[in-house]
Each structure stands twice: as structure tokens, then as C-alpha cells.
Antibody, heavy 115, light 110 residues
Framework: QVQLQESGPGLVKPSETLSLNCTVSGGSMRSHYWSWIRQTPGKGLEWIGY???????NYNPSLKSRVTMSIDTSKNQFSLKLTSLTSADAAVYYC?????????WGQGTLVTVSS | QSALTQPASVSGSPGQSITISCTGT?????????VSWYQQYPGKAPKVILY???KRPSGVSYRFSASKSGNTASLTISGLQADDEAEYYCCSYVNTNTLIFGGGTKVTVL
């Protein structure tokens, strides 16, 4: 059974960079897309983007200027970096497998933006 | 890029059928057979219940079905049960090679 687990700081200061990792177990990362999705009470679910196992990326245009995703298949991990954080970026961040639909999700990690 | 439009809430009695709509445009819902539906309980990650239109992952009840007409996709829950009470989200591929979610619908079992 494929399992995903997000890790990273739960508290980030405004204007700083959020860095999250997602560790994949129970399956290969090869030939799959790996996505980040976030959820806020006000805006619901928002697709952030994906990274393919080869390293190809695709980002939500609304976040593209601040997002970088990468993958390390040797560590069974992929990552998200989001720069210049504001209070609007406070959310539960999920990692998931897929690019058009998502069968496997992490449990989510709550990110608070505060000084 | 605005979220797909879903009703904020839908309710029904046990055993009844309810339908949740998800309205987009010809650039997303209407243009592709790539709408997926998710069920989410409070504090939990979303769970896919239907994808690529009406494909059902293993283990998902046949009481869940999907359809589409023009730019509107619909999720029908038949034989409503107490544990169907949850938030439901639709999601669609967009012609800009991105994805967009609906705003979510809270289902209440009366």
C-alpha cells in the first residue's frame, strides 16, 4: 500500500520560505506524477503543482512565481518550496500521487504563518 | 481562475438519493472527461470516490455515481447513509494543463 508523509516546519515567519518534504513508501516513484495541494478554510482545496518522476514540473499559474518543486527518487522523496509567505499561505498542505486525480494522499501538515 | 461552482450544502434523509452539481466552463469540466470527486471527513485527507468521469476506485461503494452534461458534472449518492455525511469536492483538468477544485459541498444526513 502506497503511503505518503509530509514533513516540515509548522510555523513560518511572514516573508520567509516554506520548505516541505513528502516521503513515499510502499511503492515506486517511477512513472508517476507527484503533487502538492493545500487547503484553507476560506479557499478550500487548491492545486499547487506537480513534479514528474523525471523532474518535469508544472505549477498553478497563481503561485508559479513563488513555487519550486523537486524530486529525489533515491530517497523516495519530493519537495515543495514556497517563497515570500504571507498569511494567505497558511493552510494544511497535502502531498499526493497523481496529476489529474489523486488516489494516494498524505495526512496533511498544518502550516501557520506568523512572526 | 475561479473555483468550480458547487452548492454549499445538500441534505437528504437516509435511503434517499442526492445530487451535487459542479459547474465549470468549456475550458475545464465541459472540455474533458477528467473530473474527479473527493469525500472528506473533518480533520482527514480527501479520498477519491470517482475519477475520469465515472471510474470508481476499488472499495468505493456503487452508491456513488457521476455524470456530466455540458459544463456541469454531477455526483449522485444513492441510498444515503449516515456515514455519507461529509464534505465533497469536485476537481477538473483545465486546458492550461492545470487543475481546479470546486468550493466544496457539505452533505448532511437528516
Amino acid at each position: 500500500q502506497v503511503q505518503l508523509q509530509e514533513s516540515g516546519p509548522g510555523l513560518v515567519k511572514p516573508s520567509e520560505t516554506l520548505s516541505l518534504n513528502c516521503t513515499v513508501s510502499g511503492g515506486s516513484m517511477r512513472s508517476h506524477y507527484w503533487s502538492w495541494i493545500r487547503q484553507t478554510p476560506g479557499k478550500g482545496l487548491e492545486w499547487i503543482g506537480y513534479v514528474f518522476y523525471s523532474g518535469t514540473t508544472n505549477y498553478n499559474p497563481s503561485l508559479k512565481s513563488r513555487v519550486t518543486m523537486s524530486i529525489d527518487t533515491s530517497k523516495n522523496q519530493f519537495s515543495l518550496k514556497l517563497t515570500s509567505l504571507t498569511s494567505a499561505d497558511a493552510a494544511v498542505y497535502y502531498c499526493a500521487r497523481g496529476n489529474t486525480d489523486f488516489v494516494y494522499w498524505g495526512q496533511g501538515t498544518l502550516v501557520t504563518v506568523s512572526s | 481562475q475561479s473555483a468550480l461552482t458547487q452548492p454549499a450544502s445538500v441534505s437528504g434523509s437516509p435511503g434517499q438519493s442526492i445530487t451535487i452539481s459542479c459547474t465549470g466552463t468549456s475550458s475545464d469540466v465541459g472540455g474533458y472527461n477528467l473530473v474527479s470527486w473527493y469525500q472528506q471527513y473533518p480533520g482527514k485527507a480527501p479520498k477519491v470516490i470517482l475519477y475520469e468521469g465515472n471510474k470508481r476506485p476499488s472499495g468505493v461503494s456503487y452508491r456513488f455515481s457521476a455524470s456530466k452534461s455540458g459544463n456541469t458534472a454531477s455526483l449522485t449518492i444513492s441510498g444515503l447513509q449516515a456515514d455519507d455525511e461529509a464534505e465533497y469536492y469536485c476537481c477538473s483538468y483545465v486546458n492550461t494543463n492545470t487543475l481546479i477544485f470546486g468550493g466544496g459541498t457539505k452533505v448532511t444526513v437528516l
